[in-house]
């Protein structure tokens, strides 16, 4: 299970995973005892981000210093996950 929950004196947001998936996850915000979905599966955010990379390659091939964060992101989950 993957979940966030933020409360606040004007209300609380809540994000969720769906079924245990790695992919899938629903967004939600608190009012009172109301309940707003924000976004719920399925969501195409693969494409999205293979677009977005599409892109910025588009306008500059040059190396994005910003990449070097990706390895350190996989360090962290790594280390979650204890390997």
């Known amino acids: 299970m993957i979940e966030a929950a933020f409360c ?15 992919y899938d996850f629903t ?15 399925p969501d195409a955010w693969g494409a999205r981000s293979a677009a977005v990379w599409a892109e910025q390659l588009a306008a500059s091939p040059a190396f994005d210093p ?15 996950y204890g390997r």
């Open 66 to 80: 910003a990449a070097t964060l990706f390895a350190r992101s996989a360090e962290v989950l790594d280390r979650i």
């Open 8 to 22: 606040g004196t004007r209300g609380g947001a809540a994000l969720r995973n769906v079924a245990g998936s790695f």
């Open 27 to 41: 967004a939600q915000h608190f009012t009172g005892t109301h309940a707003t979905t924000l976004t719920a599966p």
